[in-house]
């Protein structure tokens, strides 16, 4: 067995490793079972992909049998392609929330905002240029609404979207035996949890209830950036998260213009410099302009 701490994995529980990769400090995780290995979001690009099924390989000789995105964000699911024929042949299935798989599928088509998204990536430097010109995009045949359960032949995966959050897709997996969830960015640990243009602030501490109502006191969760949690750093920041969209509410109630809110006060849970996404969309939740 090789010593898997000192190649970078780490074992969180047993047969269940977390790796944290450059760039973005994103976290792909890998599950081992009896009939094959799972992994849990495959990096910005097709060489970091590359790289992490070289590094899979000191976990397991068996293939990658299962690739699961928790959500269609670039540093997520930009090396799914490695996973993928003619790259890896039998190639591996491939899971996501069926919002998400819509959102990569809108970007593999072209879609004007990821085009855009694209060419500032690309105009960064050299390497996202180099990344950006490799990029073959893989949309999971496999979508989840609800819940679905992997069987990984002794053990079984749950998928679960605990509701809206990050984004409309977030999918979270549940390992009941291990006492472990492997939440994507719905919750983050080296960064403040990030609003972007398709996050939904009124909805993500209620998702966050909704996951925090399967943890117990050992309960391990695995965010998408950063290192592993216990539930109350979770509750601690759905708290925060909350304040966001409560504020938000009430400056709103007050008659404050969507424009100004972000400067009517300095008592924001997070960074304000971070929240401009966050008061638009929650504004727009509350007028209705956002389902
Ligand atoms: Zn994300």
């Not at 996050?199 to 592993?228: E, I, N, R």
């Amino acid at each position: 067995m090789p010593d898997r701490a000192a190649d970078g994995w780490r074992e969180i529980a047993d047969g269940v490793f977390q790796r944290r990769y450059q760039p973005v400090d994103v976290t792909v995780c890998a599950i081992v079972g009896a009939d094959g290995t799972a992994v849990v979001d495959t990096r910005c690009s097709l060489a970091e992909g590359r790289e992490l099924r070289e590094h899979l390989r000191q976990l397991s000789a068996a293939p990658v049998r299962w690739v699961v995105n928790t959500h269609a964000h670039f540093d997520h699911v930009w090396g799914n392609a490695e996973f993928a024929a003619p790259r890896q042949l039998p190639p591996a299935q491939f899971w996501a929330h069926a919002a998400a798989a819509r959102a990569m599928a809108a970007s593999r088509d072209g879609a004007p905002d990821d085009l855009a998204f694209k060419a500032e990536l690309a105009a960064e430097s050299p390497e996202w240029a180099a990344r950006m010109a490799e990029l073959v995009e893989v949309v999971p045949e496999h979508t989840v609404r609800t819940a679905h359960t992997l069987d990984l032949g002794d053990r079984e995966v749950r998928l679960l979207h605990p509701g809206r959050g990050h984004t409309d897709g977030d999918l979270v997996l549940h390992l009941p035996e291990s006492d472990t969830l492997l939440v994507g960015d719905l919750v983050e640990e080296s960064g403040e949890p990030a609003f972007g243009p398709d996050s939904f602030p009124l909805d993500w501490a209620p998702t966050l209830d909704a996951l925090l109502a399967v943890t117990g006191p050992g309960t391990v969760l695995v965010p998408g950036h950063g290192d592993p949690v216990d539930a109350a750093f979770v509750r601690a920041q759905r708290d925060a998260i909350r304040a966001v969209a409560d504020r938000c509410a009430a400056l709103r109630a007050a008659g404050v213009p969507v424009g100004e809110a972000l400067a009517a006060t300095d008592d924001w849970a997070f960074d304000p410099s971070a929240l401009g996404r966050a008061v638009e969309r929650a504004y727009a939740q509350l007028d209705g302009t956002l389902a």
